[in-house]
């Protein structure tokens, strides 16, 4: 069976920082890059950042680039997401989510390319 379990999230001010960890299972990890999404509340779900563990590639939307760290540890099959310096507009459910390809560029913001989805988890940056 396919898990992919956030974890970390939780409230935290405006300047702090969360490390969100993203556990997989179920498959051959090797063989997909993580995606973190994220969705505030009336708001479409968006791309964060995406690593592909067998390569080490990051990518990161230009929304959180130099504020967020994406990161793997392969012998757990685990992906991190440091997120510092938060703002208020932070503020969502994130999501990790696995999609089948080791070369993510250029696509790795496209939900629709995702087979796999984790349940979420909430931050909430307060001002």
């Known amino acids: 069976e396919v898990q992919l379990v956030e974890s970390g999230g939780g409230l935290v001010q405006a300047g702090g920082s969360l490390r969100l960890s993203c556990a997989a299972s179920?498959?051959?990890?090797?063989?997909?890059?993580i995606g973190w999404f994220r969705q505030a509340p009336g708001k479409e779900r968006e791309g964060v950042s995406c690593?592909?563990?067998?390569?080490?590639?990051?990518y990161y939307a230009d929304s959180v680039k130099g504020r967020f760290t994406i990161s793997v540890d392969n012998a757990k099959n685990t992906v991190y997401l440091q997120m510092d310096r938060l703002k208020p507009e932070d503020t969502a459910v994130y999501y990790c989510?696995?999609?089948?390809?080791?070369?993510?560029?250029?696509?790795?913001?496209?939900?629709?390319?995702?087979?796999?989805w984790g349940q979420g988890t909430q931050v909430t940056v307060s001002s």
């Open positions: 989510a696995a999609e089948p390809d080791t070369n993510a560029a250029g696509i790795w913001w496209h939900l629709l390319v995702y087979d796999y």
């Open positions: 179920g498959f051959t990890f090797d063989d997909y890059s």
């Open positions: 690593i592909t563990p067998s390569d080490g590639s990051t």
